[in-house]
């Protein structure tokens, strides 16, 4: 008799906490957070994506980008850390995950330990680029300016430990020009190209799926490309050096996008949210948005959660020892 009443206390139990989870994803909106001002990179693959997760998931979920800008990422960043882990807050976020490690001293948040990674979405080059009064037209040139005007000149970047700081740190100390430029942070690199096309402020990295329509509507100069090898099969950048052709050896910078959920947030929920990712990154038209702009849709295992957490713990190893010999830090 004990035994069958704590079975059916068992069962109740069971029941009641069934009853209490809500059914995923309900009518409440999921909000994809973008820790960069509107218009940006990360922004536009947010943008992209909650199109295609919205589809993926038959319409069921309503999707909304939310632009939570400020300190290189890391505010943006920390607000889906602490948000309720039901799965209606995630992070859309790049490459600063991993180098923000390097960078603040005290940062609001672990990356391994405060987030659930979903998959990966999809990897974009960046571009050396500069203003359109430059007097410098090729990569050459532009290196020769840079070195007579020691002092003189900034670089726009998306704020310390994002990815645009990130490529001009790495760059500055591989030309050995850190002393040469001044650097001017902004919410995102959309107003740092603003900036950059009203001839503000002189360059910038920035990746190619901002930079690609100012470069082919003559809005900015392009210099060279930061991945290893040329971008061949890109019509408008195939012809750009990359930089270790014009000399800088080693040099390898490629930015990859990434998802994210509280910890905590259900495992059920994380499936869910995680099946409709590989179903939006198989969209032919997410796709074509992303590959029009230089980017690249990932396909491989690091759409699975572990291995993009492995990826992103060694990333952040790779990138320390970046950043010390680049010389900067920020508390
Ligand atoms: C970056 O530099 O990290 C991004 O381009 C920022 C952005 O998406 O605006």
């Known amino acids: 008799m004990k035994r069958l009443l704590v079975l059916a206390a068992a069962a109740t139990a069971m029941f009641a906490a069934h009853a209490q989870a809500p059914a995923f994803p309900g009518s409440k909106p999921i909000s994809l957070v ?60 790049h490459i600063g995950m991993a ?9 609001p948040y672990k990356v391994l330990e405060d987030f659930e990674f979903l998959g990966m979405i999809n990897e974009v080059p960046m571009t050396i680029i500069g203003k359109p009064q430059l007097p410098a037209n090729n990569y050459r040139d532009f290196e020769n300016y840079i070195r007579a005007n020691s002092g003189k000149l900034n670089i726009a970047h998306a704020g310390l430990g994002s990815a645009s700081h990130l ?11 850190k002393e040469a430029m001044t650097t001017i942070p902004f919410g995102g690199t959309a107003p740092a190209m603003n900036a950059l096309v009203g001839g503000q402020v002189d360059m910038m990295c920035d990746q190619t799926t901002n930079t690609t329509g100012q470069i082919e509507a003559g809005r900015v100069k392009a210099f060279a490309v930061t991945t290893a090898k040329p971008l061949s099969n890109n019509k408008l950048l195939k012809d750009y050096p990359t930089l270790q052709e014009m000399g800088l050896k080693g040099f390898d910078l490629t930015i990859w996008h990434g998802l994210y959920a509280p910890r905590g947030t259900p495992p059920a929920v994380l499936t869910q949210l995680n099946n409709a990712l590989k179903i939006a990154l198989k969209d032919p038209d997410f796709i074509k948005k992303q590959e029009g702009l230089g980017a690249i849709v990932v396909t491989d295992k690091r759409v699975e959660p572990a291995a993009h957490k492995a990826f992103v713990s060694a990333e952040i190893n790779k990138i320390k020892p970046v950043v010390e010999a680049a010389g900067k830090f920020a508390d």
Not at 39 to 56: I, Q, W, Y
Not at 64 to 73: C, D, L, S
Not at 169 to 175: E, K, T
């Open 34 to 93: 973008v820790p960069f001002a509107a218009g940006g990179p990360t922004d536009r693959v947010a943008r992209d994506l909650a199109e295609a997760m919205r589809k993926a998931m038959g319409g069921s979920a309503n999707f909304v980008v939310e632009n939570v800008n400020g300190a290189g990422g890391t505010i943006g960043a920390a607000k889906v850390a602490r948000a309720t882990p039901d799965g209606h807050t995630l992070l859309v976020h």
């Open 99 to 107: 180098a923000a490690p390097a960078l603040y001293r005290k940062l």
């Open 167 to 177: 490529c001009g740190l790495m760059w500055q100390a591989a030309i050995n020009a």
